[in-house]
């Protein structure tokens, strides 16, 4: 059977998942496991002088403590998944033993009967700190005089990263119009419903250590440990559990209690588990997001940019985990725009709170942000449609690939493989309707309310290398076994590989089983991270389908004394040109291929092993694109925002299974709306953070997300075998700037309704940053209030949270 | 986020709980509907030594009463069951125009009215409530019983006139007189969230239309439920026409001095109690504005 | 202390001992070792340990294993019939309801207290029975969609 690929097939996952028979790290049966708990730092930034364990050696229960000294065989840092030779690396260990640099930094780790007694003894132990001064912003970190986040650095910057292509200075001094603008990020969270856990068992016969990780990138995993630990890869086994409560990016990287746990397993010879609470995946899993973008834009009276400049503070946390946030984050500037000249400049920021590294989205949210909330200030500067804007600005679906002029975070100079940026936006345009909605924005704000539209396109580098692979194999039931290296957190891999497996080898997709993420059974393989794996992983399995298809073949082509081109599949049995007398089952042909007899030598022309390994390497990324529009309203009385209308259009090239697709962008759009209106993990001027419960942090329920109504364009990638892009975090992406613009949008009837119409907006060119300026308009004898209103209020953060609106319809003199 | 250890008790009468209660004292806490104390044990931001479930000292403890001019709401009755009381919502049809906003309701399932008054958060709708109808808190203890009312027994912030050996096994509240309207409004993050400000408010209007009583009271702005006694002065006499809407939502305005948090800053706090005092006028006036 | 309880789950009878301040959850999942009941956040906002306790949708983390003593509860192990996976859990199923499924078990247990209290009848209510717990991987589009189906079925 083939079509497979394309078709809304419903989950295998699911029944399993329904019925409470899910396997998550912390179910899995691990006889007389002892419970891990780490002792976390309550201080930003301290100097560790001593640390008494001895109370908490003697509470009931308690096997062993250690502290970072107790374990000086695995004191080595923890590399930087993506490096840079300019970076200034500050060592992040496992367990330090010096100096804590974020609150929630392990500084002891206790192993116990059960989790219970583990947190009573973790209330013995008493360390003796002495708080120092702490950085909790990037502008405290960039700010003259600023204290250090690390005692021993000699800054607080960890890189500073330039991308040009052309003169964007020159541009910007010769342009007819220039604007300015100055927009802030605030930090996010991955929030996966099961926070991270890792267990571990050491076999002392073999010398194995088996590690059980909810991690997204088993492999990676595996190769630290074996630096770490010294020992071979293949004395370390880790498995990422059949099921995982998502990912979202924090998984995908590599922690210090990684390295704690199965070595402790090793120490003690006993099994140990350590899941992590919710309090604890506050202040010790990987945030992201936290930016600030000063963007200048130079464009000419029709609106066509001539350059872009951006002056980027990223906040790299405590320690760098990796640059690839903040390197996509500068690459992903420029979207689906033409723009000749552009100067991007990062300064990427050592701060005293947990580090940063991807989420859903990863630096591509505050890129579009700065970015898109500028195209709609040239609109209005110009007073210009802000899709007319666009539309003046997108690179023609004929141009492709088209060469932006900078690199992306894979290498390789940013080329945009395929796409079709005009169609996504006029398509997006009609499914919103969009000349209703301004029809009806403009009824809503003639009878007072305050309605605004917001757009914001998009491209995303996707599919990232090195490569991906799949083993598929024969087995002796003669069902076929595809082994992924990649591990899925719910994105449905044992539905999406068996059907691309099916599609490839041509049988039934009942006969394909899927296992995931498990170093013992592939030997090579990267992660799930990026949006890559449809895209690397997907063709491995495609690839690796054909193969098998020629070898099951020619197997029973030689038993059934025919041509291999000759056979068919029907079901599990190859048949000779279908007929159903002429033909073997896959299992008969395992048996002869596979088990053979033995010492027995194989029938003549008979290939032994069915099994097959490709590996997949794009030469470079795949882009995505989308476009996402917004319809809401404001209440400037509360600050409160109303979406009552989302449209998405998505574009990630040729699709395996529609639904899942779609599942994957509203999910991630989901995430996008608590990034733009709620999420907020707060720090105060101590690094100390604020924010740290669900009643504090607020993730979005049913009732605060909309309905959202799809679009899809499918304009397949010429750089692999299927057509196939990342999906996976193009609904997250342009939410907060859709969003923003939306509501900004909203405001401006403010300035209306003030009494005092301006006309136009500041037409100098030469805004200060941050929009903040109030200028008096000359000639006004209406009165003081009236007469600051300059323009309507500004919307230069993510989250806009109500306060938020409720501060800028204030600033703005209302 | 395991609670540290403590002694379950559950005893099967009141007189068995005040018992514990009086033997523990400090050491003892009351665990009602568990829905703020469990999680403040989970994060072991309380540590007790002694649990005394009340869960189990009586069905007669779990219902609300209806009785002559009285509302009597013992301590067992959970959220839930007051929401959904159609004899309550009768004579006080504000908690169920409140309570929805309460959580949601899984916690209300659980939850206590009387827990939820004795956990005092001041961003709670509850005690809002119970600061703007005519309530009685009646507290027992070995040492016996006693009243008090709203004003006294929410003293601060997550603290009441109850002492460690005391609890509050009931409150009652008196039908309000006819011709009396209330009004509920508030402003929360998301459903279910506690508020960031929220008005209570209440006025008695005689045949002629004109305010003879007015109580209105604000959570989230104060470390207790705040009355706001000016923007009531403005109402009562009035008929609740705009002009006192207006000059009541200018005295709520300066009669808070909220704290600004990560929520919210006080200047929006402010604003959304003059807000807020303006939607729940117009809604007694019967404008749905 | 330690004591032993007695609960009815899914109508089976279990008697096991329980620590004064082992949480009904952890009893559930350690004890009973019947782990479909999660937990993300052991404080009341997530939602994916709620189960039905006496007929109401309670959170199991908030609620102590001795509290629970003499209780009927019900899990998400015990919603299939028959080995088959019951309305609500195939509407799920159809209407791609789920994702890494950990919340899973939370919304099924919520929304199937609800539907015993009466329909949901629009996208609004839905919402509003779904608001009590969180997931983040699915958008709740398909959730919404698998509640309006369910309660159409049931109700009419
Ligand atoms: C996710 C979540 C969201 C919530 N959202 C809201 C919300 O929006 N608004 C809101 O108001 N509340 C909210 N709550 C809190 C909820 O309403 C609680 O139920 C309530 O605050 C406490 O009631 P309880 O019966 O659960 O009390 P418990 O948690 O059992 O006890 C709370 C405190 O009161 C004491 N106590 C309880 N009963 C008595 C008594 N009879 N006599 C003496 N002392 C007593 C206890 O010792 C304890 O100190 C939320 C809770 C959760 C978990
Ligand atoms: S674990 Fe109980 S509500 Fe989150
Ligand atoms: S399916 Fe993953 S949290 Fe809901």
């Known amino acids: ?90 060592p992040r260990y496992p367990i330090p033993c010096e100096e804590v640099h974020y609150v929630g930094e392990p500084v002891a780790v206790v192993v116990a009967e059960n989790r219970y007694l583990a947190e009573d003894a973790l209330e013995l132990i008493d360390v003796d700190y002495d708080v120092l001064p702490a950085i909790s912003s990037t502008a405290a970190a960039l700010a003259e005089g600023a204290p250090l986040a690390h005692s021993d650095a000699d800054s607080n910057v960890a890189v500073t990263l330039t991308q040009r292509c052309g003169d964007a200075e020159a541009a910007l001094n010769s342009a007819p119009n220039r604007l300015s603008g100055e927009f802030r990020v605030m930090r996010g969270g991955g929030h996966s419903m099961e926070a991270r856990a890792v267990a571990a068992r050491f076999e002392p016969a073999t010398g194995q250590v088996t590690v059980w990780d909810t991690t997204q990138s088993p492999h990676y995993a595996r190769q630290q440990l074996s630096m770490i630990y010294e020992m071979a890869e293949d004395d370390i086994r880790v498995i990422a559990p059949p099921d995982v409560g998502g990912g979202f990016g924090p998984k995908a990287q590599f922690y210090g209690e990684e390295v704690v746990v199965p070595w402790v397993a090793m120490l003690l010879g ?5 899941v992590e609470d919710r309090q604890e995946n506050f202040v010790s899993a990987m945030m992201e997001r936290g930016q600030t973008h000063r963007i200048e834009v130079g464009f000419d009276d029709d609106g066509k940019l001539l350059a872009v400049r951006d002056h980027i503070e990223h906040d790299q946390g405590a320690y760098c985990a990796g640059l690839q946030v903040p390197s996509i984050t500068t690459s992903t500037v420029p979207g689906p725009y033409k723009i000749p000249n552009i100067h991007t400049e990062l300064y990427a920021c050592y701060t005293n709170m947990v580090p940063t590294s991807s989420v859903r989205g990863a630096g591509r949210p505050q890129a579009v942000f700065a970015m898109e909330r500028m195209m709609d200030r040239i609109a209005e500067h110009l007073d210009l449609d802000p899709a007319e804007v666009r539309r003046r600005n997108l690179i023609q679906a004929d141009e492709f690939p088209y060469r932006v002029g900078i690199t992306f975070r894979d290498g390789s100079p940013l080329t945009y493989d395929s796409g079709d940026f005009p169609a996504l936006l006029e398509g997006t345009l009609d499914k919103l309707d969009y000349e209703r909605c301004k029809r009806e924005r403009d009824q809503a704000r003639a009878e007072g309310r305050h309605v605004g539209i917001g757009i914001a396109v998009y491209v995303e580098g996707c599919g990232l290398g090195p490569y991906e692979g799949a083993k ?82 020619d197997t029973a082509a030689h038993l059934l004394g025919c041509a291999p081109g000759d056979i068919e599949f029907d079901g599990d049995r190859a048949t000779f040109a279908g007929d159903a007398e002429k033909s073997v089952s896959l299992q008969e042909i395992a048996r002869v291929a596979n088990i053979g007899k033995h010492g027995i030598t194989l029938p003549k022309g008979i290939k032994p092993a069915i099994e097959v390994s490709s590996y997949f390497a794009p030469e470079r990324a795949a882009y995505a694109s989308g476009a996402h529009a917004a319809v809401v309203e404001v209440d400037p009385d509360t600050g409160g925002v109303k979406v009552l209308k989302y449209v998405i259009g998505h574009d990630c090239g040729n699709v395996i299974n529609p639904r899942l697709v779609d599942g994957q962008v509203i999910g991630g759009f989901a995430h996008g709306i608590g990034n733009a209106l709620y999420e907020e993990p707060v720090y105060d001027a101590e690094g100390q953070p604020q924010a740290a419960s669900y009643l504090d942090y607020t993730l979005v329920s049913a009732a605060e997300v909309p309905r959202v109504e799809l679009f899809h364009l499918h304009t397949p990638s010429p750089l692999n075998p299927l057509g196939a892009k990342g999906a996976g975090e193009g609904g997250t992406i342009p939410a907060p700037a859709a969003i923003a613009n939306a509501v900004e949008d909203a405001l401006r009837s403010i300035r209306h309704r003030g009494g005092v119409e301006d006309g136009r907006p500041d037409h100098s060119g030469k805004q200060p940053p941050g929009g903040r300026a109030r200028h008096r308009l000359e000639g006004d004898a209406d009165g003081a209030r009236s007469a600051t209103i300059q323009r309507s209020p500004r919307i230069d953060y993510a989250p806009v949270t109500p306060h938020r609106v409720a501060t800028a319809v204030r600033e703005a003199g209302h | 986020m395991k609670p540290g250890r403590f002694t379950y008790h559950a005893p099967r009468s009141l007189d068995a709980a005040l018992a514990l209660l009086a033997e523990h004292g400090d050491e003892a806490k009351v665990l009602a509907g568990g829905q703020s104390l469990v999680p403040m044990l989970n994060f072991r ?67 206590t009215v009387c827990g939820s008054c004795a956990h005092a958060d001041p961003a709670a709708e509850l005690p809002t409530v119970m600061s703007v109808v005519d309530s009685t808190f009646r507290i027992a203890s070995a040492r016996g019983t006693r009243e008090v009312d709203a004003a006294d027994f929410f003293q601060f912030h997550l603290t009441t006139a109850l002492e460690p050996d005391e609890l509050l096994t009931e409150v009652a509240i008196r039908v309000p007189q006819p011709g009396t309207r209330m009004a509920f409004k508030e402003f929360a993050t998301r459903r279910g969230d506690f508020a960031l400000v929220a008005v209570a408010a209440s006025a008695t209007v005689d045949e002629s239309g004109t305010v003879t009583a007015c109580r209105i009271a604000a959570a989230g702005v104060a470390p207790t439920p705040q009355r706001l006694h000016d923007a009531e002065a403005v109402v009562i006499g009035s008929t609740v026409d705009d002009e006192a809407i207006a000059a009541a939502e200018a005295a709520a305005s300066a009669a808070v001095d909220p704290t600004g948090d990560i929520h919210a800053t006080a200047e929006h706090r402010r604003r959304l109690t003059a807000v807020l005092v303006r939607r729940a006028l117009a809604e007694i006036k019967g404008d749905q504005s | 202390m330690t004591d032993n309880i007695t609960v009815t789950v899914n109508g089976k009878q279990h008697t096991a001992t329980a620590d004064d301040r082992l949480t009904l959850a952890d009893f559930l999942r350690e004890k009973l070792r019947l782990t479909g009941t999660h937990l993300g956040c052991e404080h009341g906002v997530c939602g994916a340990c709620t189960i039905i306790v006496d007929g109401s949708a309670v959170r199991s983390c908030l609620m102590l294993a001795r509290q629970a003593d003499g209780a009927e509860l019900e899990t998400v192990e015990g919603l299939a019939e028959g080995g088959k996976l019951n309305r609500l859990q195939q509407a799920f199923k159809d209407n791609y309801a789920l994702q890494c499924g950990f919340c899973t078990p939370g919304f099924l247990m919520s929304v199937t207290a ?27 589009q398909g959730l919404v969609d698998a509640v309006l189906e369910t309660s159409k079925e049931m109700h009419s």
């Open chain 2, 45 to 111: 931001l309380a540590q007790v030594d002694h649990l005394v479930d009340i869960n189990r000292i009586g069905p007669e403890f779990a219902g609300p009463k209806v009785t002559g001019d009285t509302v009597t709401i013992p301590a067992l009755v959970r959220q839930r069951v007051l929401e959904r009381s159609a004899e309550v919502a009768a004579v006080l049809p504000v908690f169920a125009a409140a309570l929805p906003q309460v959580a949601h309701p899984q916690i209300r399932n659980r939850g």
């Open chain 1, 472 to 553: 598929l194999r024969l087995d002796n039931r003669g069902k076929i076994l595809v082994t992924l290296a990649a591990a899925g957190q719910g994105q449905g891999y044992e539905t999406v590989y068996a059907q691309i497996a099916a599609e490839a080898i041509g049988v039934d997709m009942d006969l394909i089983e899927v296992v995931t993420g498990d170093t013992g059974r592939i030997p090579f393989g990267q992660g799930t991270f990026a949006s890559r794996i449809t895209a690397t992983a997907g063709p491995a399995v495609y690839n690796a389908g054909h193969q098998l298809r020629e070898r099951l073949k």
């Open chain 3, 114 to 140: 609800a539907l015993r209290e009466g329909p949901v009848r629009d996208e609004d209510e839905a919402r509003d029975v779904l608001s009590g717990n969180i997931c983040r991987c699915t958008g709740y």
């Open chain 1, 270 to 274: 006993r099994t140990v588990k350590w």
């Open chain 1, 1 to 90: 059977m083939t079509g497979t690929i394309g078709a809304s097939v419903k989950r295998r996952e699911d029944d399993r998942l329904l019925t409470g028979r899910g396997r998550y790290l912390d179910d899995l049966d691990l006889p007389d496991a002892l419970a891990i708990a780490f002792l976390r730092s309550p201080h930003a930034h301290a100097k560790i002088n001593s640390i008494d364990v001895d109370e908490a050696l003697q509470a009931p229960g308690v096997v062993a403590v250690y502290r970072g000294s107790d374990l000086m065989a695995i004191h080595k840092p923890l590399a930087p998944k993506v490096q840079h030779p300019m970076l200034k690396e500050l």
